[in-house]
């Protein structure tokens, strides 16, 4: 009998371990990897786009149209097995060059940036007026003139 009930409660821990692994949190990093020694040696005025282009390697997005910014972007997120992922750290630098390419600010932001958005199953609300669903069966009856019917030609 001790037996069998060892062979249970391995059996039961076994299968509780099963049913509890797809449980697991999930810690993700996306984007940059920040080393903070390097992003405070930038220095504005001093360094250009080939010396940031050294220390921190190609930017993670660039302005469009030859924007003078450059934006490192990298985000750590934790989710419960199939859950959408929340972010719980995120780091963007900022760095804008004048003119002559020279570094002429470097920002630092971070989770005051993450902007949530809670998107709804609901219809987009349109401009215009409601329409039944017989106004939308027979509406269009004899509001276009049928081609090739006749008719007068246009006076001139």
């Known amino acids: 009998m001790s037996r069998l009930l060892k062979s249970l409660a391995l059996g039961g821990a076994l299968a509780g371990a099963a049913l509890t692994g797809g449980c697991a949190k999930v810690a993700a990093h996306h984007g940059y990897v920040f080393d903070p020694d390097l992003v405070n040696a930038v220095q504005p005025g001093v360094d ?3 010396s940031v282009a ?6 993670t997005l660039q302005g469009e149209f030859n924007s003078p910014e450059w934006y490192y972007w990298g985000r750590n997120t ?5 859950t959408r992922p929340n972010p719980v750290e995120q780091t ?4 804008r060059f004048d003119k002559n390419g020279t570094v002429s600010a470097v920002d630092k932001m971070g989770m005051e940036q993450v ?9 987009t609300p349109t401009l215009g007026r409601k329409r039944g669903f017989f106004q939308d069966l027979f509406g269009n009856i004899g509001t276009v003139t049928p081609g ?3 008719g007068s030609a246009p006076q001139q």
């Open 115 to 123: 902007a949530t958005i809670n998107p709804t199953d609901d219809k």
């Open 54 to 59: 050294t220390m921190l390697g190609k930017p």
């Open 148 to 150: 090739g019917m006749g």
């Open 78 to 82: 934790r989710s419960l097995a199939y």
């Open 92 to 95: 963007v630098v900022r760095i």
């Open 48 to 50: 250009d786009r080939d």
